[in-house]
T-cell receptor
């Protein structure tokens, strides 16, 4: 078990550019979550998947954000036309998705929009 | 509304002293409760969790937490703090046993712990 991995760890981009992040969950985990964390705050839920189905999206997830989990394994989070307010740490977590569920977090992707 | 409150943004304790970090929650049904720790630039590591049963739960690194339903609290404690405990601590709640499956977590703002030598 190698844990949840995220790529890249850091991304610097200019305002208006598109960025894509990848998350690889723990292999047997059915659920995959995306959270966003800004400086001095706790993580805020963005969206989650049960296998390949996206079951819930937060109001924080504007139309510029899209997430996929095409084969129920890894997931991507894309932000189009980035804005400075998108600068944050994007955290991915995975869980078995049953019973007494606990989420395991990846190291995060730090996005800086200039 | 569902929410988690961590009243203390920053706490400083001396190494070897005891620690208590406060957490209060508001949730429509009996939640599951978690404490996570985050070191600078890192992801979140689960310290301990409460699902049901004994209201005093033990976690890793010598931490424990007590669930008090009447106070809607889940405070984290450690009897003797080590310098390596300096980090940010987050309390979180998630859907409890009335839900069929797990779901999104709601986090508090976090408490930053500094440890004096």
């Amino acid at each position: 078990d190698t844990g949840v991995s995220q790529d890249p760890r850091h991304k610097i981009t200019k305002r208006g550019q598109n960025v894509t992040f990848r998350c690889d969950p723990i292999s047997e985990h059915n659920r995959l979550y995306w959270y966003r964390q800004t400086l001095g705050q706790g993580p805020e839920f963005l969206t989650y998947f049960q296998n390949e189905a996206q079951l819930e999206k937060s109001r924080l997830l504007s139309d510029r954000f899209s997430a996929e989990r095409p084969k129920g394994s890894f997931s991507t989070l894309e932000i189009q036309r980035t804005e400075q307010g998108d600068s944050a740490m994007y955290l991915c977590a995975s869980s078995l998705g049953q019973g007494r569920d606990e989420q395991f977090f990846g190291p995060g992707t730090r996005l800086t929009v200039l | 509304a569902q929410s988690v409150t961590q009243p203390d943004i920053h706490i400083t304790v001396s190494e070897g002293a005891s620690l208590e970090l406060r957490c209060n929650y508001s949730y429509g049904a009996t939640p599951y409760l978690f404490w996570y720790v985050q070191s600078p630039g890192q992801g979140l590591q689960l310290l301990l969790k409460y699902f049901s049963g004994d209201t005093l739960v033990q976690g890793i690194k010598g931490f424990e937490a007590e669930f008090k339903r009447s106070q809607s609290s889940f405070n984290l404690r450690k009897p003797s703090v080590h310098w390596s405990d300096a980090a940010e601590y987050f309390c979180a709640v998630g859907p409890g046993p009335l839900y069929n499956q797990g779901g999104k977590l709601i986090f508090g703002q976090g408490t930053e712990l500094s440890v004096k030598p």
